[in-house]
């Protein structure tokens, strides 16, 4: 039989469906495609209300286009609120947990044709063991944490993917060898609240699991999928001034720049520290890119707060901004407070905001003109090779696919955006 899975939202979500990808696969399935497979799988979002109309969006049209195959619909929305497909002829439900037995499923619902409904508690459950064979030879995601304790007043994520739970160290080395065995140059660590690893294990900490990957023989690059300005502490700080493989990126969520909105977000910092920590990672890595995430058009935030988010972002020089629009999400703090910013008014902010992140991007990249760097080629089109410095630099040079994974040297001549161009 051929599947097909639908994957939104977070790198977390890429990597458990690129699990279940796997265990299908050594199972005797057949990978398939979004129009001609027997079974759809969607790995649902629930961050924002876009994400929850884009997940039932596809459900939707699945079930239409598809009336005899199985659908399977897993993820944040369905642990969050499986009641919103309850009215859909959806084969099975999942919530957050179980992805990792997702053929014993679909074999007990072969065997019965019976629909299967198993959302549990997720506040209840220990780490979902998974491990993923492979992702591909540029760069693999190994979640090593689950869940989110920080409730922050807009979130649902805490609800959807429940307490902090932390793989153990000695099944991330060894999926990280197995990782590099197969030919992968750099290892992504990701989860729900990363940089929390171990706090829920007995005398450990995410810095000292950094230090075990050191060791790991063969790897090249680590990169860190994101984490908190608060757990940026002065352990950390010293295996960032000392390794050889952790990359010149990190992302740091700031979501605003106004300390009267921080609080409102239940943010556990505010700009001045934010800012004095940004400046001590420069000091260790002084050409270090740091990107973040901003959230506009919170309730409160008025003109004069949106401003002073301006001057903070325009302060730090972030290389790069994602920014997001306010969304309300119901049995969150914020939901229930006043002051709620009209639709027209967020989207003129998240434009501003864009137009703020390209211009400190470019500024960015013009840094690195006549300089040498390293990068990973991971895309041959048309005679040349893009990819990807340590510090995220997109570059774009001439070169034959045999020069794909493997790291390559480049000076770099000029900035044609979003590419640094060089040979």
């Known amino acids: 039989m051929k599947f097909y899975i639908y994957t939104l939202g977070c790198k977390v979500n890429t990597y458990e469906s690129n699990v279940m990808k796997d265990k299908l696969i050594n199972n005797g399935y057949i990978e398939g495609n979004d129009n001609d497979s027997d079974i759809y799988i969607i790995n649902t979002c629930t961050v924002t209300n876009t994400s929850d109309n884009k997940s039932l969006k596809i459900v939707r049209r699945v079930l239409k286009n598809n009336l005899n195959s199985i659908v399977v619909v897993v993820g944040c929305m369905t642990q969050v609120n499986s009641e919103i497909l309850k009215n859909l002829d959806v084969s099975i439900i999942l919530g957050n947990s179980g992805k990792s037995r997702i053929v014993e499923y679909i074999e007990e619902f072969k065997k019965t044709k019976q629909k299967i409904v198993d959302v549990q508690d997720i506040m209840e459950k220990d780490f979902e063991d998974m491990c993923l064979n492979n992702f591909n030879k540029t760069r693999a995601f190994v979640k090593i944490e689950d869940g989110c304790e920080n409730f922050c007043s807009y979130c649902v994520i805490p609800f959807a993917r429940g307490k902090v739970r932390s793989k153990k160290p000695e099944v991330v080395i060894n999926e990280i060898k197995s990782l590099i065995k197969d030919g992968h140059k750099e290892i992504?660590?990701?989860?729900?609240?990363?940089?929390?690893?171990?706090?829920?294990?007995?005398?450990?900490?995410?810095?000292?699991?950094?230090?075990?990957?050191?060791?790991?023989?063969?790897?090249?690059?680590?990169?860190?999928?994101?984490?908190?300005?608060?757990?940026?502490?002065?352990?950390?700080?010293?295996?960032?001034?000392?390794?050889?493989?952790?990359?010149?990126?990190?992302?740091?969520?700031?979501?605003?720049?106004?300390?009267?909105?921080?609080?409102?977000?239940?943010?556990?910092?505010?700009?001045?520290?934010?800012?004095?920590?940004?400046?001590?990672?420069?000091?260790?890595?002084?050409d270090i890119s740091i990107t973040t995430d901003l959230i506009v058009g919170f309730p409160g935030e008025t003109e004069e707060l949106f401003n002073e988010t301006i001057e903070t972002i325009s302060r730090i020089k972030f290389s790069k901004i994602h920014v997001f629009p306010f969304s309300l999400r119901k049995g969150t703090k914020a939901a229930k407070l006043s002051n709620h910013i009209d639709d027209v008014t967020k989207k003129e902010r998240v434009k501003e905001v864009l137009n703020i992140s390209e211009d400190l991007e470019k500024e960015y990249f013009n840094k690195f003109i006549t300089k040498e760097v390293e990068f990973l080629p991971e895309i041959y089109k048309e005679g040349y090779i893009i990819g990807h410095t340590g510090n995220y630099l997109l570059v774009k040079t001439k070169g034959s696919i045999d020069d794909l994974n493997e790291i390559k040297k480049i000076k770099i001549e000029k900035v044609e955006y979003p590419y640094c161009i060089g040979e």
Not at 275 to 284: D, G, P, Q, T, Y
């Open 188 to 286: 992504v660590l990701t989860g729900i609240h990363t940089g929390h690893y171990g706090s829920d294990l007995e005398g450990y900490s995410f810095s000292k699991l950094l230090k075990e990957i050191e060791k790991i023989e063969g790897l090249e690059r680590l990169r860190i999928s994101s984490i908190e300005i608060t757990e940026l502490d002065d352990e950390f700080m010293c295996v960032l001034k000392n390794s050889k493989i952790l990359v010149d990126h990190m992302h740091i969520p700031l979501q605003s720049g106004s300390n009267k909105i921080l609080n409102l977000m239940n943010r556990k910092y505010n700009k001045q520290y934010f800012i004095e920590r940004i400046e001590k990672i420069r000091s260790v890595r002084p």
